[in-house]
């Protein structure tokens, strides 16, 4: 069964500062997708960025990229120059390629403040 | 900008009682899901839907049940509510149902049971 684990529960950072979270995914499918999603005070959950398991490229978007180690079955998501607008709850998501349930597995979520 | 789109965004109502929250997606995807977020911020699937297929996480209980009428549209009905049912229900989409396809959401419909 695939699982999904945030260990950070909470992070406080400068604002312009840039802050790393991890995240660490348990799956038996040689093939997966990893996604990070945002979940803003409004509670609205916005579609961050992706990384494909067979791609050894670390994605990029924008002031988001991820930190991809398969061999430790890690996923962090980096954001450089954080601004007081990324405050929010980040979630990390692992959906497999295989299994008879289509479904996309959240992790517990870490809570980001940007401070000024 | 939202394209998923949920109504009620509240909704209190007492132990018993049934509810139903209606979806609708804007962005022309073939799968819809419900997910369920509790006080903790977990969130966790309990529908699976697409034109062709209905999947149900098999821990969630009978008195719930997704109501579709087009691709477009999938409702939940809580049959008889019951304290712990109180959460953020969440309705997303996909344009595929498997693969690397993102998931949209909506922002959800705040149930309380009291």
């Known amino acids: 069964a695939q699982k999904v684990t945030q260990t950070q529960t909470s992070i406080s950072v400068m604002e312009k500062t840039t802050v790393t979270m991890d995240c660490v995914y348990e799956?038996?499918?040689?093939?997966?997708?990893l996604f990070w999603y945002k979940q803003t005070a409004s509670g609205e959950i916005v579609f961050l960025i992706r990384?494909?398991?067979?791609?050894?490229e670390n994605a990029t978007v924008g002031h988001y990229s991820l930190n991809f180690q398969k061999p430790k079955s890690s996923i962090g998501l980096i954001i450089t120059a954080t601004q007081i607008e990324d405050s929010a709850v980040y979630f990390c998501?692992?959906?497999?390629?295989?299994?008879?349930?289509?479904?996309?597995?959240f992790g517990a979520g870490t809570r980001l403040a940007v401070c000024p | 900008e939202t394209a998923v789109f949920q109504t009620p965004n509240y909704h209190v109502t007492q132990v018993g009682n049934e509810v139903s929250f209606n979806c609708k997606q804007t962005?022309?995807?073939?799968?819809m899901y419900w997910y369920k977020q509790d006080s903790k911020k977990l969130l966790k699937i309990m529908f699976s839907?697409?034109?062709?297929?209905?999947?149900v996480n098999e821990t969630v209980p009978r008195r719930f049940s997704p109501q579709s009428s087009d691709k477009a549209h999938l409702n939940l009905r809580i049959k008889s509510v019951e304290p712990e049912d109180s959460a953020v229900y969440l309705c997303?989409?996909?344009?595929?149902?498997?693969?690397?396809?993102?998931?949209?959401f909506g922002k959800g419909t705040r149930l309380t049971v009291v």
């Open positions: 997303a989409s996909s344009a595929k149902d498997r693969g690397n396809t993102e998931v949209f």
């Open positions: 799956t038996q499918d040689s093939s997966y997708f």
């Open positions: 990384q494909d398991s067979y791609k050894k």
């Open positions: 998501a692992m959906r497999e390629l295989s299994g008879s349930f289509n479904k996309l597995t």
């Open positions: 962005l022309g995807h073939d799968t």
């Open positions: 839907y697409n034109n062709k297929q209905l999947i």
